[in-house]
DNA sequence: GATGAATGAGCCTTCATTCAT
DNA sequence: AATGAATGAAGGCTCATTCAT
């Protein structure tokens, strides 16, 4: 239980700096690193810039501090289903959460698809981290669930690839998309939609099990 | 033949302003409009910062300029195939071009993508002069091939967005998939086998023909 | 009394913009507007570059507040003397008045010289907010003074530049008359006998009155 | 006889050198020597900025051969009159002179005006070559035509920067002028009546051989 | 003789950062 | 804890000047 950690006296300092890693989250996501003003995160936190340089050293570590709170839940959220139950379901279940948690930090996958494009420096950390375990467990998952690999060895990177596509992709590109299409691809149907595209992916990744389920 | 056109005077001036423009893009599609010193695209040309604003009014207009020079042979593609003939093969073809040139201009799918991110001034325009006249194409295609749609009318966003996500989006967040892979996205193989994906979803969006064929 | 208002609170923001003020006056009254270097105006202040933009927004601004404060002083002077009582006495007192004031900020006089020297873009409004509205009064109250112009009327425009010459002029090619003579044209003697000439003009311009009084 | 000089072949060279010339003193006159950009000297001259490196060495040198041009004919004026005959006469004669020649060059007024307000460092060459010879020659006319002084000697500053307000000031300033009345303190008239006015002053000065003339 | 093309230095302005209050 | 005020360094852009053609 981390409740103790939630009830946490909630200081004034706290709220400031929840307050200023919020916008910046949100400026950086759009900006990137060196494209951003530090002007502009203060301004967005309502905050005076000095104030900023209390809670963190630079903008770069502001940047840090911005990544590492994208990346925690999703680590943790990775680790519980990482001692739970296997099988195709789990797996559903475990994008699905990673779907409705990148809904409700949208800004988060941007940051992920800036440094990706910009082959920034925290691009490995991100991969090793986050990105490699939960797809490896989830392909490990496949595996596990027949004796012939639900595909193509080959295809692996493929499958891998679509899944990022799927999941981060469609919250980083979502202002093409809104251009695109002129309604938003961060709606709650959209969303659903999408989650429930992914999981269809996945049941056919688990060909006798899925089978065994419609049986 | 347009050997008349390629043969025209290459002046000094012209390879210049060539060399500025891939320097630029290359750039520009790491860190953006706001995110480019314009220092280190006068470094990665070879030239003088001051040699620079010879060739163009500001980083603005160079910036207008590498987006152009990106689209325009992209929408030549598509007039191409506009007046041409129709159904899953024409479509495939369109889309086996499409993935051979950006995979000759990788830079140019990430400064799309960092539009989109960035919610960048350009992407209506970049959306509306060729994102949505290659994709509604295929899609006029596709409805064309059989009474009923291919699919859920509901569908046709994921649908449309899928394949943004498999050929943009392959080339844009390519550093990301070296960093997890080891390989490189935009080897010959690779694409090959990425189009070769993108082939084998277009034909079964054509059952019908798809089935004509191979009968 | 005006004591409260210079009691005004003066914080040291006030003091940096005041002290900005003076060095760029002294600056541009030397090049002029697109003369002047920005470092210049920031050494003379004893300020860092960065600072002036604290308080203007640029370099123009710095020069348009500048000649507001010149001019303001003038203005107000004019005013004071618009409602007060006329005659010969009181136009010299005017004009004694004025070269009191252009000879504490005899910069000013220069800028006025730069901007018509350079037929700058803030001339007309100098001359219709200051220079017009002064000569104009003198003019009037000479034509009062006497049924017949004191003068031809076709002179009036000599009357007129001869004492934009002899105020204006005095201060602002002072540094000519200082090599040709090696004394000081901003000398309290200097400018008190080139008070007493002005004098002297303006008498000679109420004939009337000037041998009334002498009676 | 100097028609030799005059009739000189005139080359092409000699044709660009002067247009180079007459382009840069109109620019000089305005923005002043670092306030000029060669870009607009060339620009009205109608040549290539690389050609105005042909026939000068540097900006600075071009500014240098403007005034020199401006200063010659002037000091060959003077020195006709200083072996010529005397008398109040011969200077009235000798302003009238000037103020054709200055009218004739008004550039050249502002460019004195300009070296004088920002305290240039050709402005002891522009005193002694020019103003000093050209002034003291009229004084010692006056200090002959009678035993006394014709004015109290403490006024002599006083009557010299007054003849420098009427002549040099009237075309410097000239603007300020056209500004202030709407019409042209360089048109004939004026000039004209601003000659007469100089030399009604002089012949002021010089009270016994005026009182001659009128007998 | 003239110019198109190029450049190092410098200019105006803004940035990230610091410090006294 | 927060901010107004200040600054060194850097950013975009322009300048005076050079040189190959």
């Known amino acids: ?41 203060a301004e967005a936190a309502g905050v005076n ?30 680790s519980e289903f990482a001692a739970g139950e296997r099988g195709s379901r789990a797996t559903e279940l475990l994008f699905t959460r990673v779907m409705q948690h990148l809904g409700t930090r949208p800004y988060f996958s941007r940051l992920v698809y800036l440094e990706a494009i910009s082959e920034g420096s925290h691009l490995p950390e991100l991969v090793d981290r986050w990105l490699r375990p939960i797809l490896e467990h ?22 891998v690839t679509s899944f990022i596509h799927l999941t981060l992709g469609h919250f980083a590109i979502a202002p093409l ?29 688990f060909p006798q099990i899925a089978e065994a389920q419609q049986a």
Chains 1, 2, 3, 4 share one sequence.
């Open 1 to 41: 239980m981390n409740q103790v950690e939630e009830r946490a006296p909630v200081s004034r300092a706290d709220l400031t700096r929840e307050k200023i890693l919020e916008a910046a989250e949100v400026v950086f996501a759009r900006r990137g690193l060196s494209g951003t003003r530090v002007r502009e995160i």
């Open 49 to 78: 810039v000095a104030t900023l340089y209390i809670y963190f050293p630079s903008k770069k570590d502001m940047y840090e501090a911005v990544l590492e709170s994208g990346v925690r839940p999703l680590v943790e959220l990775m």
């Open 138 to 159: 989830a392909l490990g998952e496949a595996r596990r669930g027949t004796t012939a690999p639900p595909w193509e060895e080959s295809l692996s990177p493929l499958v």
């Open 177 to 205: 998309f809104r251009e695109f299409f002129g309604s938003d691809p961060l709606s709650d149907e959209w969303i659903t939609q999408q989650t429930k595209f992914v999981a269809t992916l996945i049941r056919q990744m």
